[in-house]
C-alpha cells in the first residue's frame, strides 16, 4: 500500500503544529520520523490515524484520496497504530486483548476463547511474533507487551503500522529483538512508520529518514547519514553530541543508603535491600527498565515517601525521616522525572517558578513579603544563563515548549549551593539542543564538587554522564559496574540476570 501525505496541515487557533507537510510512504519501507519534542511528530500521526480532523491538505491511499473522521476509518484502509503508552487491557490475555471489539463467537451470544487463541496462535506463526494467547497481558514483560501491540495492529490486517517512540521502555536486547521484528513486516510487505528521537535507532533499521522541525518536514536523509546531520537537521545548527568531560576527581562519600526497603500503597515491596554511595564530584548513574523501583528509590531519597526500612544519611547524618522541604534546605537538588507533575506549576509564571523552592531565602523574601524586584532579577538572569526560550518572565510556564520547561526546572535548581543533586529522566521529551546543554550544566555541577545522581532508562545518557552505573532490577540494585562495560552486559543485567549467565534472560 502506497501513502501519501499533500500539503497536511494543522492549526489550534493561531498556532500551526504542521505546515503543509508532504511525505510518501512507499510499500514495504520503513519510514523514519524524526524531530525534536514539539516538532509536530504526534499531531501529524494523530491526523494520519484518524485522531485528529486536518485543517488543510489531504492524506491519499493507493492514488485514492481518504478522509478520516476517527481510529476506526484508518484501520478499514490498512493502518495501525502501536502508541508510545500501551492500549492493553492488564488483566485480559492476549487473545482477549488482540480480538477486543472484534470478539470471536461459538453461538450468538456465546464467546469462544479457543477461536479466539486459535486466530491469535495463526497471527503469531505468520508475522513471528511469539507470544502465549493464554498469558494475562499483566504477568509479561515489556517488550512481549509491544508484541501484542503490534499483533492487535495486523490482526485488523494494517498495511501501514506507525510505532511511536517504541523503544522507550525497553532493553537493549528487546530493542534489537524489535528492530528484527521490524526488518521481519518490512520482508512481508508491511510499510512501518517509526518515530523516535534516537538516532542510533533510526540508522539502524530505516530505509530513509524524515526530519520535522516547528512542523515543516525540513529534509530527507538515508540512513548513511552521521548523527551529527541528522541531529543538525533536527535542531537547525551544529550539535555536540558527546559530552565533553575530564576524569572525575572524587572527594568524600556526601550520600549514603543502606538497606532502604519501600512498601507501596499495595503492600508490594518496591524497593528491597538498596545501599549504595554517592561520592563528591561523581555521577552515579542508576540505568534500568522503567518500573524497576527507581522512581520510589529517589522519592526515599528526597522526602517524599519514607522508606519502610534502612537509612540514609547526608553528610553522615540521618535524613530517613526528612520531608521534602527539610531534605531541600539540607541541599539535595531535584529533577523529577515528571516535570508537569513534579517540577513546576503551569499556571505561575517563568519568574515564579525560577523561585518556587527558594522564595523563603532572604534572598527573595522578608517576613511574609516578596522581593519583587530581586525575583524579576533573578529571572532575567536565569532566562539568558540558561537560555530559557520564552516571551518574557512573566509568560505562564504551561505555554512553554517542552525542552524551554525542562530548563526552568534546571535553572532553578542549579541555582543554589547544593551538596547532592538528584536528577531522574532529565532529558525525557527534550530535544537534542536542550539535551546537550543540559549535560553540560550536570557534568559543570559534578565538577563544582557536587556528588550527583542521574536516573535514565536512556543508555546512551547513562553513558555518557556517568562515572558509575549501578544497575536495578526488581527494586533492588544487582550490580554497580564501571561505564566502560559493554551494552549489552548492561543490557542483561537491565534483564535481571548477569553477563556471565545470559541464558536467564530467557527463564
Do not use: W
Not at 527507581?294 to 544519611?313: C, N, S, Y
Not at 517563568?350 to 523563603?360: F, G, I
Not at 547532592?420 to 539542543?433: E, H, K
Amino acid at each position: 500500500m502506497k501513502l501519501e501525505i499533500k500539503g497536511l496541515t494543522k492549526r489550534f487557533g493561531s498556532f500551526t503544529a504542521n505546515d503543509h507537510i508532504d511525505l510518501t510512504i512507499e510499500p514495504g519501507e520503513i519510514h523514519c520520523l524524526l524531530g525534536e519534542n514539539g516538532a509536530g511528530k504526534s499531531t501529524l500521526m494523530n491526523m494520519l490515524y484518524g485522531l485528529l480532523d486536518p485543517t488543510e491538505g489531504e492524506i491519499v491511499v493507493d492514488g485514492q484520496p481518504v478522509t478520516f473522521h476517527s481510529p476506526s476509518d484508518a484501520i478499514a484502509v490498512g493502518i495501525g497504530m502501536v502508541h508510545q503508552h500501551f492500549m492493553l487491557v492488564p488483566v485480559f490475555t492476549v487473545a482477549e486483548n488482540v480480538m477486543l471489539g472484534r470478539e470471536q463467537t461459538a453461538a450468538p451470544g456465546i464467546l469462544s476463547r479457543k477461536k479466539a487463541s486459535d486466530l491469535v496462535h495463526q497471527l503469531s506463526e505468520r508475522y513471528g511474533l511469539q507470544v502465549d494467547p493464554s498469558a494475562l497481558v499483566e504477568s509479561l514483560p515489556v517488550g512481549v507487551q509491544q508484541r501484542v501491540e503490534i499483533l492487535k495492529a495486523l490482526s485488523n490486517e494494517a498495511k501501514v503500522l506507525i510505532l511511536d517512540e517504541p523503544t522507550a521502555v525497553l532493553t537493549p536486547q528487546e530493542i534489537d529483538e524489535l528492530m528484527e521484528i521490524m526488518r521481519s513486516l518490512k520482508a512481508q510487505g508491511t510499510s512501518i512508520i517509526f518515530i523516535t528521537h534516537k538516532l542510533r535507532e533510526v540508522k539502524a533499521v530505516g530505509d530513509r529518514i524524515s526530519v520535522i522541525r516547528r512542523g515543516k518536514v525540513v529534509g530527507t536523509a538515508p540512513p548513511s547519514a552521521s548523527e551529527a546531520e541528522l541531529a543538525e537537521m533536527m535542531v537547525g545548527r551544529e550539535v555536540k553530541l558527546k559530552v565533553d568531560k575530564e576524569p572525575a576527581k572524587t572527594g568524600s562519600v556526601v550520600l549514603s543508603v543502606e538497606g532502604c526497603t519501600v512498601v507501596d500503597p499495595r503492600g508490594h515491596q518496591v524497593v528491597k535491600d538498596v545501599s549504595f554511595e554517592a561520592r563528591a564530584g561523581e555521577v552515579l548513574g542508576i540505568a534500568g527498565v522503567q518500573g524497576n523501583g527507581q522512581t520510589e528509590l529517589i522519592k526515599a531519597l528526597l522526602g517524599l515517601v519514607r522508606p519502610d526500612a534502612g537509612v540514609i544519611r547526608l553528610d553522615g547524618d540521618d535524613i530517613s525521616k526528612h520531608g521534602p522541604r527539610e531534605s531541600l534546605d539540607d541541599g539535595i537538588g531535584y529533577i523529577p522525572e515528571d516535570r508537569s507533575h513534579d517540577g513546576y506549576v503551569g499556571a505561575f509564571s517563568v519568574r515564579e517558578n525560577l523561585v518556587l523552592d527558594l522564595y523563603r531565602s532572604d534572598a527573595f523574601s522578608r517576613g511574609l513579603a516578596l522581593k519583587l524586584d530581586e525575583i524579576a532579577d533573578n529571572a532575567d538572569h536565569r532566562i539568558e544563563e540558561f537560555d530559557i526560550r520564552t516571551e518574557s518572565a512573566s509568560t505562564p510556564v504551561s505555554s512553554l515548549s517542552g525542552g524551554n520547561q525542562q530548563k526552568v526546572v534546571v535553572a532553578r535548581e542549579f541555582s543554589r549551593p547544593l551538596k547532592v543533586l538528584v536528577a531522574s529522566q532529565p532529558t525525557r521529551g527534550v530535544d537534542v539542543g536542550s539535551i546537550e546543554f543540559i549535560h553540560k550544566r550536570i557534568i559543570a555541577e559534578r565538577d563544582k564538587g557536587t556528588a550527583v545522581i542521574i536516573v535514565s532508562t536512556e543508555l546512551d545518557e547513562i553513558f555518557a554522564l556517568s562515572d558509575r552505573i549501578a544497575v536495578m532490577y526488581d527494586g533492588r540494585i544487582v550490580d554497580t559496574v564501571s561505564p566502560e562495560i559493554r551494552r549489552e552486559d548492561i543490557g542483561l543485567l537491565m534483564a535481571g540476570a548477569t553477563p556471565e549467565r545470559p541464558e536467564e534472560v530467557s527463564a
